[in-house]
């Protein structure tokens, strides 16, 4: 009696998934497609829809991207946000790459894990109440390392939030509450890596620093180019952190200092949900382009 394999009964040498399987896998796919349709598609489509329409619903073509391009608050709040990303960009892939090769590479278990879960816990106190808690590390007069800003010569809460101050300032509060969970996959990414080419490589008498810049930074390239797409589209989408600034500040943080702000103000000041629909539009299309560098440069969907 012949014996037929699964894989042989069907094209291509691959068996069909059971239709319990298939069932399966669509009843967990369901509940995130009807969440991405109604919270991710449909919103963003009805952006569309008001970005190239006045408020009586006629067609606008192009007057309220040029409306707002034309706004004397816009290239301000695109040069502050440009600024923010360039310095939390650049810090997030160099620390956190180095912070997770140098975790990575401690011996002592015990160590490895205490030292992921002190860099993790920032992150769950995120958002306002993230930003709650810089407003008294910013104040000299009530922060725990008032020392080190006075050395810096800062004697007031007001000159430490100086407009000229905030991008960094923006980019260590994001560091800080978002660099531990991406340190975490880095750690994860770097398990993948075969311990065999590791052990080769030390054989033939590579030390720490040859390793971490000959095999492991080019593995993690991928990595780095996803962390690199979610952080820029988290960062373009700065909000929280200038808004309770500018409140605890009585207005020395600009209310319109982020794209955010101003589409905050178009929309709920100005009663112009068209004009704060094309600044989300210019956001997504800049967003997606320097994306589009991260996936091109960093081989996202390219087989090794």
């Known amino acids: ?41 449909l919103p963003a489509l ?6 190239f329409t006045n408020g009586d619903g006629t067609f606008a ?10 706004d004397f608050r816009f290239l301000p709040a695109v040069g502050h946000v440009a600024w923010f990303l360039v310095i939390w960009l650049v810090s997030l892939v160099v620390l956190v790459t180095f912070l997770a090769i140098v975790v990575h590479g401690i011996g002592a278990r015990w160590l490895s894990r205490t030292l992921r879960l002190v860099f993790y816990l920032p992150g769950a106190v995120a958002g306002a109440s993230s930003v709650l808690l810089w407003l008294f590390v910013l104040d000299p007069t009530a922060s725990p390392v008032a020392g080190l800003l006075r050395l810096f010569g800062f004697d007031s809460f007001n000159q430490v939030i100086a407009p000229g101050h905030l991008p960094p300032i923006f980019a260590i509060i994001a560091f800080w509450t978002g660099a531990g969970g991406w340190i975490v996959i880095m750690y994860g990414a770097l398990n993948n890596i075969s311990a065999d ?13 040859q390793i971490a810049w000959r095999i492991q930074l080019p593995l993690l390239r991928k990595w780095i180019s996803y962390m690199g797409i979610m952080s820029l589209a988290a960062g373009t989408q ?6 309770l ?13 982020s794209l955010n702000q101003l589409a905050y103000l178009y929309a709920f000041q100005q009663n112009d949900f068209n004009a704060a629909a094309a600044i989300s539009l210019l956001l997504l299309v800049i967003a997606l382009a320097l994306s589009a560098v991260f996936v091109t440069r960093g081989g996202l969907f390219g087989r090794d």
């Open 197 to 209: 080419v590791i052990e080769a490589a030390r054989i033939d008498g590579a030390g720490p620093v």
């Open 245 to 257: 600034l500018s409140q605890a500040s009585n207005a020395i943080v600009p209310n319109d200092y």
């Open 238 to 243: 700065l909000f929280v952190e200038p808004q």
């Open 46 to 51: 009805y952006a569309l829809y008001l970005a």
């Open 61 to 70: 073509g192009i007057g309220n991207f040029t409306k707002v391009v034309d």
């Open 1 to 41: 009696m012949t014996i037929v394999s699964e894989a042989a009964r069907h094209p291509g040498g691959r068996p069909r998934p059971s239709s319990a399987r298939s069932t399966v896998s669509y009843a967990f796919v369901a509940p995130y497609a009807v969440l991405a349709t109604a919270f991710g598609i």
